[in-house]
């Protein structure tokens, strides 16, 4: 059954707390992308890949960091220099960077 | 910066209307268009894609069309039902560009 999975589908940060989110696709797509969105708001891009070992920053990435060591996973990772990480984390992945983008369930990031 | 606009954020109609959705963009030089489709509290569904080189698109109640001279896309959905309750994006993927800009949406309410 192919597709995209985000795991945890909740996950809670302390302060000063570094936080990963799993994002994971068997759809053999070379691109990959993470998305944050904010409450009436579009997603706005944190970090994209394009290729195995090599990622670009999108329109956010500050206070975010990535890693693509194999082609099914992207994992996020949300570290304590980003003040405000409530939000809702989408990740994505394509064929190509210019094709039809298919979407995870996504991960709720709280702040306690 | 590629800016995409949605209007009106919200919209509520009765069962078994026709509606049209609005996507507005600032830079008229753009690869494709994608409608999504968002649950609450879920990931993005890819309705249509429309390449710059078309017009429109159709996928059984759904009807997407593309003015790229003027900015503009409109999502029309026949003959609505309560199923199609939630929230609708769209997307633009420019020329120059290996990423899509989202707009805010429209959260559309279909009452029985």
């Known amino acids: 059954d192919g597709g995209i999975t985000q795991s945890p589908k909740y996950l809670f940060r302390k302060e000063g707390q570094n936080v990963t989110l799993s994002c994971e696709q068997n759809?053999?797509?070379?691109?990959m992308y993470w998305y944050r969105q904010d409450p009436g708001q579009g997603l706005r891009l944190i970090y994209y890949?394009?290729?195995?070992?090599?990622?670009q920053k999108g329109d956010i990435a500050e206070g975010y960091s990535v890693s693509r060591e194999k082609k099914e996973s992207f994992p996020l990772t949300v570290t304590s220099a980003q003040k405000n990480p409530t939000a809702f984390y989408l990740c994505?992945?394509?064929?190509?960077?210019?094709?039809?983008?298919?979407f995870g369930p996504g991960t709720r990031l709280l702040v306690l | 910066k590629q800016e995409v606009t949605q209007i009106p954020a919200a919209l509520s109609v009765p069962e078994g209307e026709n509606l049209v959705l609005n996507c507005s963009f600032t830079?008229?030089?753009?690869?494709?268009l994608q409608w999504f489709r968002q649950d609450p509290g879920k990931g993005l569904t890819s309705l249509l894609l429309?390449?710059?080189?078309?017009r429109e698109q159709t996928s059984g109640r759904l009807n997407a069309s593309l003015d790229k001279s003027s900015g503009r896309s409109t999502l029309y959905i026949a003959a609505s039902q309560p199923g199609d309750s939630a929230t609708y994006l769209c997307?633009?993927?420019?020329?120059?560009?290996?990423?899509?800009?989202f707009g805010s949406g429209t959260k559309l309410n279909v009452k029985p």
């Open positions: 994505a992945s394509s064929i190509g960077s210019r094709e039809t983008q298919y």
């Open positions: 759809l053999n797509h070379d691109a």
């Open positions: 890949s394009q290729i195995v070992n090599d990622f």
């Open positions: 830079d008229s030089a753009i690869y494709n």
């Open positions: 429309i390449q710059s080189s078309q």
């Open positions: 997307a633009v993927l420019g020329n120059n560009f290996n990423k899509f800009y």
